[in-house]
């Protein structure tokens, strides 16, 4: 009878004491790792905002050109057509019902299409196609009207994506299109918590 009371209240004793340091000193390790990470993922998510953000624009001028093919592949000209006045309008391209101006079928940049120059931020193709809009980013054109940059917002400027619009070559005889091209630049810069931080 004496050995069964003496085996009950060996399993009611509860944890030993170094049982209980090894447990206290895994969650101090845990703390010391886990939470400082936890709690600032701001880097991090601004990383992923800019990555979705270049991957909006690389479809946008990719879906646009494929929408501008299917749709005949005129290119848009200011001075080659037969009539009077002697614009050619370019292939429709539109992105749910919105009509996105073309630089040879990619997206432009100033919103006006075939002569890269300068626009209106709200008219521009680039920004119409891929819905990139502030205030949830920072968008700047350049004074030419071709360069359009997209920064995740104003504290991290070098947090940022840059689209330079397609050229076209300028048709110099009367009823020719034009037919020379250069695809749009895309520039991502070094996406690292150095910037993006």
């Not at 601004?46 to 979705?52: E, H, Y």
């Not at 050619?88 to 940049?109: C, F, L, R």
């Not at 034009?178 to 690292?192: E, N």
Request: hydrophobic share 40%; net charge neutral.
């Amino acid at each position: 009878m004496k050995t069964s009371n003496f085996v009950r209240r060996q399993a009611q004793a509860g944890f030993t004491l170094i049982e209980l340091i090894v447990v206290i000193v895994i969650l101090g390790i845990l703390a010391a790792t886990a939470l400082p990470r936890m709690f600032d993922m701001s880097g991090q998510a601004r990383i992923a905002k800019m990555q979705a953000a270049a991957g909006s624009v690389r479809a946008a001028s990719s879906s646009g050109r494929a929408a501008w093919l299917v749709n005949g592949g005129v290119y848009a000209c200011a001075s080659c057509g037969t009539a009077t006045p002697a614009t050619v309008p370019a292939s429709a391209v539109t992105a749910e019902g919105t009509p996105i101006p073309t630089v040879g079928g990619y997206p432009d940049v100033g919103g006006d299409g075939f002569t890269n120059g300068a626009g209106s931020m709200a008219a521009s193709g680039i920004v119409l196609a891929s819905n990139l809009t502030a205030p949830d980013y920072i968008l700047t054109m350049d004074a030419t009207g071709t360069t359009i940059t997209i920064a995740s917002d104003i504290a991290h400027p070098n947090c940022r994506i840059t689209y330079r619009e397609a050229t076209q070559n300028t048709s110099t005889t009367s009823g020719t299109a034009s037919t020379g091209l250069l695809a749009p630049v895309i520039t991502v810069t070094d996406l690292t918590t150095g910037n993006c931080n």
